[in-house]
């Protein structure tokens, strides 16, 4: 009878929560700190420019990371056929 009780309970509880709605809550901000510039937020007097190079920059080092990454790793295939040559040349 408990897990019935229980099964009773749980489904009274999912149904209120499933009937109340919240609204989000509405933050301020000061506009004279802050200003918006293409939904993002930036302290008054921030270069744009260097902002945007300083991410080109970031998306060029990792896009060349990658690439060392790519071009300097070997696949588990070419790892065994080296090993079985270096085991061959021993004998």
């Avoid at 009878?1 to 709605?21: A, G, I, P, S």
């Avoid at 901000?29 to 937020?41: A, D, L, M």
């Amino acid at each position: 009878m408990k897990t019935r009780e229980k099964k009773k309970q749980l489904h009274v509880y999912l149904k209120k929560l499933r009937n109340k709605k919240t609204k989000p809550k509405i933050r301020k901000v000061k506009q004279e700190v802050i200003y918006t510039h293409q939904n993002g937020f930036y302290p008054k007097g921030t270069d744009m420019k260097e902002l945007a190079q300083n991410v080109i920059n970031e998306y060029k080092a990792i896009r060349e990371r990658e690439e060392a990454l790519k071009t300097n790793t070997m696949s588990g295939e070419e790892y065994l056929k080296c090993k079985r040559k270096r085991k061959n040349d021993r004998i």
